[in-house]
């Protein structure tokens, strides 16, 4: 699994270095010139291939009652989040942390891997693993890094009560078990990937994500991290999981930091050694990404594949974009343009990360930058993140949008954190299965382009394994109040001759198609209602 071809894209944007402020006084980006062209005109360029789009952009994290089946749209399913740091994968016992009373317990069995036993050693890797592979979709299973895993699954655990964990540590001094010992005291994440690689016979179909949100430990967790794991301790530790994983399985990918967000990216969320190893690192991703790959240098392998960021955005309109309460049209307006702070430099939020360290926006461009400088090849992925308004169309174009931008911006993976409700849902829906009947978006970037900013509109388009006989391209229109007469200008070689629109629009949450639309010199018009996203097949 996993193995793709890393995309050529066009050149991004150069970034300088710049410093955090705690002020607003930076000046707005300047607005490229805009083409002058009446209208909205589209143009797609199917000759002009970009490179293979990653089938696991469209993921989910493991959730309450996920089936598995292929009626999911999900292609990578990632078991992780808060409850994953206490995991323990002999006894399927986990820890909620500050989410739940401290509680350890059998809610990963009980209600997140289906055809689990809570008894059987081992048998939430199993289910997960075979249920993922036996459904097509690529498992991303969590590994845990902290100090400590939960002994039993008891309940809440007091504050200083170490008899209630066992020891955490990378790599067994001796042979692996195919049962694991349950009363040595300590567990071994070499044997839980010796176990997956080859009791469940899972040897290179299994990525592993190391630990979650490591950078709020000590909040989430403080029962086994009573303080702020330095920057240090922590790429130690990385290091060390991430070469007794690859010394088990050396085809397995691994993903790393997992940070929680913005903050982390920074500075570790102000660790305690952040000023002492900062030096000329612009943040801390900087640090992590070189660390990592002089190690990976010395080992002769890479150590850490995929370089995985949750992205929980901070934008605003009366209220944080991604909260239930976000459902103002100031936040529905809002919720509409915040994708574009993943790529676009004319854009700028309203959030505290603007006003404080507008020169890390956008954040693809920037992450990119320090991928190429500290570790080149090393990928990029998103295994958490969110935009809120799954039950309003604002919804469905935000996460078509983020979608379509992981796609063109060579984003790896990508898993959606929590259900995308029935408008959210609709967004996947449309690049994995707009027809009802398993038809997808394409695989192969194509080049594409508007002739406006993306205020009020967006494109993307692909085709289908490298052949532009079937042309796909996604477009929105982000207005609330007016129809957008899309000009479709397709710029090829081959001449194509009728267009279908599969497509949602506000207050009907469900896809609806179009009757066909007959393509002259492949040229055609399409009228986009306010508050619409759709998905125009072109076939020659």
Same mark, same amino acid.
């Given at each position: 699994?996993?193995?793709?071809?890393?995309?050529?894209?066009?050149?991004?944007?150069?970034?300088?270095?710049?410093?955090?402020?705690?002020?607003?006084?930076?000046?707005?980006?300047?607005?490229?010139?805009?083409?002058?062209?009446?209208?909205?005109?589209?143009?797609?360029?199917?000759?002009?291939?970009?490179?293979?789009?990653?089938?696991?952009?469209?993921?989910?994290?493991?959730?309450?009652?996920?089936?598995?089946?292929?009626?999911?749209?999900?292609?990578?399913?990632?078991?992780?989040?808060?409850?994953?740091?206490?995991?323990?994968?002999?006894?399927?016992?986990?820890?909620?942390?500050?989410?739940?009373?401290?509680?350890?317990?059998?809610?990963?069995?009980?209600?997140? /891997?289906?055809? &689990?036993?809570? !008894?059987? @050693?081992?048998?939430?890797? *199993?289910?997960?693993?075979?249920? +993922?592979?036996?459904?097509?979709?690529?498992?991303?299973?969590?590994?845990?890094?902290?100090?400590?895993?939960?002994?039993?699954?008891?309940?809440?655990?007091?504050?200083?009560?170490?008899?209630?964990?066992?020891?955490?540590?990378?790599?067994?001094?001796?042979?692996?078990?195919?049962?694991?010992?349950?009363?040595?005291?300590?567990?071994?994440?070499?044997?839980?990937?010796?176990?997956?690689?080859?009791?469940?016979?899972?040897?290179?179909? /299994?990525?592993? &994500?190391?630990? !979650?949100? @490591?950078?709020?430990?000590? *909040?989430?967790?403080?029962?086994? +991290?009573?303080?702020?794991?330095?920057?240090?301790?922590?790429?130690?530790?990385?290091?060390?999981?991430?070469?007794?994983?690859?010394?088990?399985?050396?085809?397995?990918?691994?993903?790393?930091?997992?940070?929680?967000?913005?903050?982390?990216?920074?500075?570790?969320?102000?660790?305690?050694?952040?000023?002492?190893?900062?030096?000329?690192?612009?943040?801390?991703?900087?640090?992590?990404?070189?660390?990592?790959?002089?190690?990976?240098?010395?080992?002769?392998?890479?150590?850490? !594949?995929?370089?995985?960021?949750?992205?929980?955005?901070?934008?605003?309109?009366?209220?944080?974009?991604?909260?239930?309460?976000?459902?103002?049209?100031?936040?529905?307006?809002?919720?509409?343009?915040?994708?574009?702070?993943?790529?676009?430099?004319?854009?700028?939020?309203?959030?505290?990360?603007?006003?404080?360290?507008?020169?890390?926006?956008?954040?693809?461009?920037?992450?990119?930058?320090?991928?190429?400088?500290?570790?080149?090849?090393?990928?990029?992925?998103?295994?958490?993140?969110?935009?809120?308004?799954?039950?309003?169309?604002?919804?469905?174009?935000?996460?078509?949008?983020?979608?379509?931008?992981?796609?063109?911006?060579?984003?790896?993976?990508?898993?959606?954190?929590?259900?995308?409700?029935?408008?959210?849902?609709?967004?996947?829906?449309?690049?994995?299965?707009?027809?009802?009947?398993?038809?997808?978006?394409?695989?192969?970037?194509?080049?594409?382009?508007?002739?406006?900013?993306?205020?009020?509109?967006?494109?993307?388009?692909?085709?289908?394994?490298?052949?532009?006989?079937?042309?796909?391209?996604?477009?929105?229109?982000?207005?609330?109040?007016?129809?957008?007469?899309?000009?479709?200008?397709?710029?090829?070689?081959?001449?194509?001759?009728?267009?279908?629109?599969?497509?949602?629009?506000?207050?009907?949450?469900?896809?609806?198609?179009?009757?066909?639309?007959?393509?002259?010199?492949?040229?055609?018009?399409?009228?986009?209602?306010?508050?619409?996203?759709?998905?125009?097949?072109?076939?020659?």
């Amino acid at each position: 699994m996993h193995r793709f071809h890393k995309l050529i894209l066009p050149s991004l944007i150069m970034l300088t270095a710049c410093s955090d402020s705690n002020s607003e006084s930076g000046q707005e980006p300047e607005v490229p010139p805009l083409v002058e062209e009446s209208g909205f005109v589209y143009t797609l360029k199917p000759d002009k291939k970009v490179g293979e789009i990653s089938p696991y952009i469209y993921g989910m994290n493991l959730r309450k009652e996920f089936s598995h089946t292929s009626a999911d749209y999900s292609t990578l399913v990632r078991l992780g989040g808060n409850r994953l740091t206490g995991y323990n994968w002999e006894n399927n016992a986990s820890n909620a942390g500050s989410d739940w009373h401290h509680s350890s317990d059998s809610h990963i069995p009980n209600q997140m /891997v289906k055809g &689990s036993d809570t !008894n059987v @050693p081992g048998s939430v890797a *199993s289910a997960f693993v075979s249920n +993922c592979l036996d459904n097509g979709q690529a498992p991303l299973f969590t590994i845990p890094m902290c100090y400590y895993v939960a002994a039993d699954k008891k309940g809440e655990v007091a504050e200083g009560d170490m008899s209630r964990w066992l020891q955490n540590k990378p790599v067994k001094p001796s042979a692996f078990s195919q049962v694991p010992d349950l009363t040595d005291g300590v567990v071994y994440a070499d044997e839980c990937i010796n176990f997956i690689a080859n009791v469940c016979g899972a040897k290179g179909r /299994v990525a592993y &994500s190391l630990d !979650n949100e @490591p950078d709020l430990w000590q *909040s989430t967790h403080p029962r086994i +991290c009573q303080t702020h794991i330095s920057c240090k301790d922590f790429l130690d530790r990385t290091i060390d999981y991430a070469k007794a994983i690859k010394n088990v399985d050396s085809e397995a990918e691994i993903y790393g930091f997992a940070s929680f967000g913005y903050s982390g990216y920074s500075t570790f969320s102000s660790a305690p050694d952040w000023n002492s190893v900062k030096g000329n690192y612009r943040w801390f991703i900087d640090y992590y990404l070189d660390r990592v790959q002089k190690a990976s240098d010395l080992h002769g392998a890479r150590l850490v !594949n995929v370089l995985d960021l949750h992205w929980y955005p901070e934008a605003k309109g009366d209220n944080r974009i991604n909260q239930s309460t976000a459902n103002t049209d100031k936040d529905r307006k809002a919720r509409l343009q915040a994708p574009r702070s993943l790529w676009d430099e004319s854009y700028r939020e309203d959030s505290w990360i603007a006003q404080q360290s507008n020169c890390k926006l956008p954040l693809i461009p920037n992450v990119r930058q320090s991928i190429d400088r500290y570790a080149p090849g090393t990928k990029l992925a998103f295994t958490e993140f969110n935009y809120g308004g799954y039950e309003d169309i604002t919804g469905t174009i935000a996460l078509a949008e983020v979608l379509g931008i992981f796609g063109k911006y060579d984003v790896y993976a990508a898993c959606h954190w929590g259900d995308p409700g029935t408008y959210g849902n609709l967004a996947y829906r449309l690049y994995r299965d707009y027809d009802g009947a398993g038809s997808r978006y394409g695989d192969t970037l194509v080049e594409s382009s508007l002739n406006k900013t993306w205020v009020n509109s967006s494109v993307f388009a692909s085709v289908e394994d490298g052949n532009g006989a079937r042309l796909h391209a996604v477009v929105s229109n982000k207005s609330f109040e007016e129809t957008i007469e899309a000009k479709i200008r397709i710029d090829s070689g081959r001449e194509y001759r009728e267009a279908e629109v599969y497509y949602v629009t506000d207050g009907m949450a469900r896809i609806q198609k179009s009757s066909k639309i007959e393509i002259k010199n492949n040229r055609f018009t399409y009228s986009l209602p306010p508050l619409s996203v759709a998905h125009i097949v072109i076939t020659h």
